[in-house]
């Protein structure tokens, strides 16, 4: 299952490359991460920080919408993960973008009872200081319960805000 959805992502990510005008980055920064747990009703969050690190590929579709795919590693204490989100970049003004889409997450470190695929939304803006350099601040709603067998009155979701640095090569 893994291998699948790690292979349309790819396709998904990577796929106009060829057809379309495409710069590749790097990006990193500070995640702010919720960890938001229910069991019988009762409501308990959990907050950390943490970082990530990794590339995107800017796929200009036209001039006003791109497509942005990113494979990121992101730590915030005890949970590591792979994240794949693959963004629709609409330019609102020059400089600033609106960045919204689906992330799929991949907990490197799920301990037992906890599922390993984190599905999510993610929805931020990005804005370029100059042709290499762009500031980036996103927040990822987690959609998923993380709980193997979970139900509504007993989940685990992981969510977050990211802030960063992006680099265009």
């Not at 579709?61 to 915030?76: A, C, G, I, N």
């Amino acid at each position: 299952m893994k291998k699948t959805i790690l292979s349309v992502a790819a396709v998904l990510a990577f796929g106009f490359v060829n057809a379309q005008e495409t710069k590749f980055g790097l990006k990193a920064g500070v995640d702010f991460a919720s960890m938001r747990h229910k069991f019988d009703g009762v409501k308990v969050s959990e907050n950390e920080t943490g970082f990530y690190a990794g590339g995107f590929a800017d796929i200009a579709v036209s001039d006003k919408f791109h497509l942005q795919p990113e494979l990121l590693y992101v730590s915030v204490n005890d949970i590591n993960q792979i994240q794949i989100p693959v963004l629709a970049k609409f330019i609102v003004v020059e400089d600033l973008s609106l960045l919204a889409g689906p992330d799929f997450g991949f907990l490197l470190d799920a301990g037992e009872g906890t599922k390993t695929l984190n599905f999510g939304l993610d929805l931020g803006l990005t804005f370029d200081l100059n042709e290499n350099f762009s500031l980036d601040g996103k927040y990822n709603l987690g959609l998923s319960n993380l709980i193997e067998g979970g139900d509504s009155d007993n989940s685990s979701k992981l969510s977050g805000f990211f802030f960063g640095l992006s680099y265009k090569f």
